[in-house]
């Protein structure tokens, strides 16, 4: 069957995609020296503190043996005695069997070191955030978006348009701050950052609440961020499709008004609608690094930020993996969605 | 084609946000020129980042015109020059120099902190004795200070300069002697159970200023009225001399923006960012352009193996988790205004080699092209007399497009630590601000205003942009 293969295709060549990102990060953090110094500090210190553990009387001369023997065999384990090529596709390996080791300094909340522990645990924090941020989005900007076009050059059309530009042009991270500005250190409704109160409620339902409390803010920033996207993506597809010619001659025809809109114009505007959502999301995944910086929510972006500037070397490459299959994924639920949707597309 | 170029810029014109983004960029671009005239090029590093030029300013505080809102009299920043003294004599071997200024202090709070620097001490043989005097409101006098001035080297000649390059600058508020001069002050003169390191918890200016508060304990109200700072410079050679001084009584607010936490005048290093992200934007929204649509006419036009290599590195780049990749790359090169400039153009450019390229398939296929090779045209005159005229319009729209997505990405990554350090913008002041905790102790006015001003520059040309909309879309123009 035609579409099976070309869907193989598509997933084939996202994979590859998915392999050369990979390779491109590995080779980045070789070639610049960033892995070597990386590892060269860890052994120094690692040394280092297995001198401090020698027992006072060892002779001069045995500890120093035991010093360098001790450092000979870390730089091996760490693959140091080989240059950084060497190590690409054991690294390689390791990433895509998702065994992503430990991390340098970042723990997981019950204090393990596993990257994927980590990753894991930070995950539906920053998928809770996202999710309900773009779904509360998408949701206004179809409505709006669809109003907005029904009469184009309205009140309603003029204002959603000078609102999508500002809300285009405002940066979600700075309406985040501006929030905590005003909500959290002003009048003090919300909590300034993080996602639980210290210590997190007992009770479920109030731990629920709570979560709730502490999102209110974020999500927020992104919706107001978003939606203006939103609204003005749909009103120039709804708008768009509206005046092609089929729309027209439904309406002569003498088609009701809501079966016109309804069957002519957003079963044809869905497809490049659901692209732009999807494409959000999974962009916003990895986008999101900002906003949760400044409200200190743990999710993956956080962890991320955090790791570029402690050197968490095993962490960047792991988040970077996830994020870009994350995209990938999204990327290929996309390609069958639009056979679904539209019965054009066959390849 | 004049006539379409006329048309297009009537149409263009004919929309609101249009004239609305050409006013803001008109006034962006002046304020920019401004300046660029003004500043020196190296603004950067050698005023911005240089903690000595600050250093006189109240640290953190806010805009002078908040005072019209607030209800207490807030201290006003007091800068005193003292070019010259008012009583100079030398008589019977002894030189005798005043410097004396009065001001009125009618504040409500405590002044931030005191400072005083003096330049051009000159002496023959011992150096001088300078005498620092705060003449109160209610009589008193307090020593505050006897500047120690260093002896001379012995390979040094007389006369001795010393503080001409370098003006010595004392922080009064936190000098030991200060503080020792004005806890004896208060425990003799106002009666006050005063310990030196109480001085040090709360400032000396509690007490230089102020009478024992009704409310007992250590707590002082402002004294209000007329103080007088007397500088006494005396020597034993008639041209033993101070060449000049000055005395800041740092204030609560200042300027027209306030201050950081350096004492940076945040009114200054905002219009530094105008050009700064004019350049930024322009620069970057034109290269990415410029790659994108070349790419895409050669795609579109070419074929074949050059399109397939191109067409399969944009499925790349479109691929990859563009903020996380950015700021990877920036910290691993180094962040300079160029590599992020580069970086970007390097992630943006493959939207529009996208639709470039499809439109170039589209006139490629033409009957007129056709014709064109028929007679004889080579490539380069279909592309640049046939091709390049049609997609034009579009890259150019795409090019406005892509400013404030490049100004708003310099924004976000310098929010992030990852700015040019050299070279100050909107986002790095607001970076500072948020780290240094601006945003949790309520410094609204270091983190509101670069805020606005990222806003206003990008919405500039996403108006522009939707002003050209029309232009490029026939069907979205309003029916006149």
């Keep these: ?347 | 084609m004049p006539t379409r170029t006329q048309e297009a810029l009537q149409e263009f014109w004919a929309t609101k946000v249009a004239k609305v983004g050409v006013v803001f960029l008109v006034t962006l671009i002046l304020i920019s020129v401004f300046v660029l005239v003004f500043y020196p090029l190296n603004f950067g590093e050698e005023l911005w980042n240089n903690p000595i030029v600050w250093a006189d300013n109240p640290k953190a505080v806010g805009p002078s015109w908040t005072q019209a809102f607030s209800s207490q009299a807030q201290a006003e920043h007091l800068i005193f020059e003292l070019p010259e003294p008012v009583e100079s004599d030398f008589s019977q071997g002894f030189k005798r120099q005043l410097f004396q200024v009065s001001f009125l202090f009618e504040a409500d709070d405590f002044p931030q902190f005191t400072s005083f620097t003096m330049r051009d001490v000159q002496f023959q043989e011992d150096p001088p004795f300078v005498t620092l005097i705060l003449h109160r409101p209610d009589g008193e006098a307090i020593i505050l200070l006897d500047v120690d001035i260093p002896y001379p080297e012995p390979e040094d000649s007389p006369p001795y300069v010393f503080y001409s390059e370098d003006p010595r600058r004392i922080y009064l508020s936190g000098s030991p002697a200060v503080r020792l001069a004005v806890a004896t002050f208060a425990r003799r003169q106002l009666n006050m159970e005063v310990l030196v390191s109480d001085i040090a918890a709360v400032g000396p200016e509690k007490f230089m200023f102020g009478v024992p508060s009704s409310q007992g304990g250590r707590a002082t109200d402002v004294l209000k009225g007329e103080y007088t700072l007397s500088v006494l410079v005396e020597g034993v050679h008639a041209d033993d001399a101070m060449g000049s001084a000055r005395f800041v009584v740092a204030g609560q607010l200042f300027g027209l923006m306030g201050t950081d936490n350096l004492g940076r005048d945040l009114a200054v290093g905002l219009l530094f960012g105008f050009p700064v992200a004019l350049f930024i934007g322009v620069v970057t929204s034109t290269l990415t352009a410029g790659v994108g649509g070349i790419l895409g006419v050669i795609s579109g036009y070419k074929g074949g193996k050059v399109d397939m290599v191109i067409q399969r590195t944009v499925d790349i780049l479109n691929n990859v988790p563009l903020l996380p990749i950015l700021i990877f790359l920036l910290f691993i090169v180094g962040s300079s205004l160029w590599n992020i400039v580069i970086l970007l153009v390097v992630f943006g450019w493959t939207s529009l080699t996208i639709i470039v390229r499809s439109m170039v398939l589209q006139i490629r296929d033409g009957e007129f092209i056709q014709a064109s090779v028929a007679l004889g045209a080579g490539t380069r005159r279909i592309i640049f007399r046939h091709i390049l005229p049609q997609v034009a319009p579009f890259i150019l729209a795409q090019l406005i497009f892509f400013t404030p997505s490049a100004i708003l990405a310099e924004a976000a990554l310098s929010f992030l630590g990852l700015g040019d350090p050299s070279i100050p913008t909107w986002g790095q002041i607001l970076d500072r601000g948020f780290s240094d905790g601006a945003l949790y102790l309520g410094y609204w006015w270091w983190i509101i205003p670069p805020g606005i001003l990222i806003v206003i520059a990008a919405v500039t040309f996403v108006l522009i942009a939707l002003g050209f909309e029309p232009v490029i879309n026939p069907r979205l123009r309003r029916r006149r």
């Design chain 1, 1 to 347: 069957m035609g579409l099976a293969r070309s869907l193989l295709i598509k997933a084939i060549s996202l994979f590859a995609v998915l392999m050369i990102v990979m390779g491109i990060i590995v080779v980045i953090l070789g070639f610049s020296g960033y892995s070597d110094r990386l590892l060269n500090a860890i052994v120094t210190q690692q040394t280092n503190a297995f001198a401090l553990s020698l027992p006072e009387g060892t002779l001069p001369e045995a500890r120093a043996q035991m010093i360098a023997d001790y450092e000979t065999t870390l730089t091996e384990a760490y693959g140091l005695n080989v240059p950084w090529w060497g190590r690409l596709p054991s690294m390689v390996w390791r990433v895509l069997s998702l065994d992503l080791g430990e991390a340098r300094t970042a723990q997981s909340y019950a204090g393990s070191k596993n990257i994927n522990a980590i990753i894991l645990e930070r995950l539906p924090n920053t998928i809770l955030l996202i999710t309900s941020a773009i779904v509360i989005s998408v949701i206004i900007g179809l409505f709006v978006g669809i109003k907005a076009a029904t009469v184009p050059g309205s009140i309603l059309d003029r204002v959603t348009s000078y609102f999508s530009a500002v809300s285009y042009a405002m940066p979600t991270w700075w309406i985040g701050i501006i929030f905590i500005l005003v909500l959290a250190v002003m009048l003090r409704w919300f909590p300034t950052g993080l996602m639980y109160s210290a210590p997190p409620p007992e009770d479920p339902l109030m731990r629920f609440l709570d979560v709730l409390w502490h999102a209110a803010l974020p999500i927020g920033a992104l919706t107001l961020g978003l939606s203006g996207i939103y609204i003005y993506q749909t009103r120039t597809v709804v708008l768009n499709t509206a005046q092609e010619d089929f729309v027209s001659v439904a309406r002569a025809k003498g088609l009701p008004e809501n079966i016109v809109r309804r069957r002519y114009v957003l079963r044809v505007a869905a497809p490049p609608l659901l692209t732009n959502v999807i494409l959000g999301l999974a962009g916003s995944i990895s986008g999101a690094i900002l906003t949760e910086t400044v409200f200190r929510w743990p999710g993956m972006g956080l962890l991320y930020y955090n790791a570029i500037f402690t050197a968490d070397e095993g962490i960047i490459v792991g988040l970077t993996f996830m994020f870009t299959l994350v995209y990938v994924v999204a990327r290929f639920v996309l390609e069958v969605l639009y056979v679904a949707l539209d019965p054009r597309v066959r390849y």
